[in-house]
Structure formats: C-alpha cells, structure tokens
C-alpha cells in the first residue's frame, strides 16, 4: 500500500492550505479505514492531528479545531485536510496513515506546511 501527501507549501500567517492523500495498492478497502492526518515538527514526535472514520466522524486535537477540516472521498481512495487560519506553530511535514498504529501502513513523504510570520 502507498500513501502520497500532496497540496503542502509556504503561506503566510491566516493563510488556507488543503492537503491530500491518497491510497493506493493491491486489494485495499479505503471505505472501512479508519484515516488521520498527522503532523511532525523539527525535534518534535510525530503527532495525530484530525481523524476520520469509515462513517465520516472526526476528531481533532484542540489546537486545531475549527481551524482544521479533514474529509474524504471513497471514490477516490483519499483523504482531505483543509487548513484554514493557519499560524507558524502549524508549521510541520504532515503525513496521512491509518488512525490506529497497530495497522499503520508504511509512512508515506509527507508533505511540507511552512507558515511564515
């Protein structure tokens, strides 16, 4: 399975960036997944972010809600996160994967979020 971030990039401080994700691979099954999208800072873990589940519920950390908005579409196999009122300390490389760690897929890039000052 491969997941490919995309959509990242440098904005300014109120700026709007959407992220995508998209999963690929033999004999997936992208509708009963589980996805989150996370984020890893420079000397920082790799952190969840937004999850959502087979049945559209999200979650998101606090730092992020109502800022944040991830969805999907199961046609096309990928997940969305739209950042909006972004601030420098969203800067991160952001990576989608399942929301569980006991069945993560093997990372993907990532992608880079810069958010200037």
């Known amino acids: 399975v491969q997941l490919v971030e995309s959509g990242g990039g440098l904005v300014q401080s109120g700026g709007s960036l959407r992220l995508s994700c998209t999963v690929s691979?033999?004999?997936?099954?992208?509708?009963?997944?589980?996805m989150a999208w996370y984020r890893e800072a420079p000397g920082r873990q790799r952190d969840l972010v937004a999850s959502?589940?087979?049945?559209?519920?999200?979650t998101y950390i606090e730092s992020v809600q109502g800022r944040f908005t991830i969805s999907r579409d199961n046609a096309k196999n990928t997940v969305y996160l739209q950042m909006n009122s972004l601030k420098p300390e969203d800067t991160a490389v952001y990576y989608c994967?399942?929301?569980?760690?006991?069945?993560?897929?093997?990372w993907g890039q990532g992608t880079q979020v810069t958010v200037s000052a």
């Open positions: 994967n399942r929301k569980y760690s006991r069945l993560y897929f093997d």
């Open positions: 959502i589940t087979y049945r559209g519920d999200t």
């Open positions: 691979g033999p004999e997936i099954t992208f509708t009963i997944y589980d």
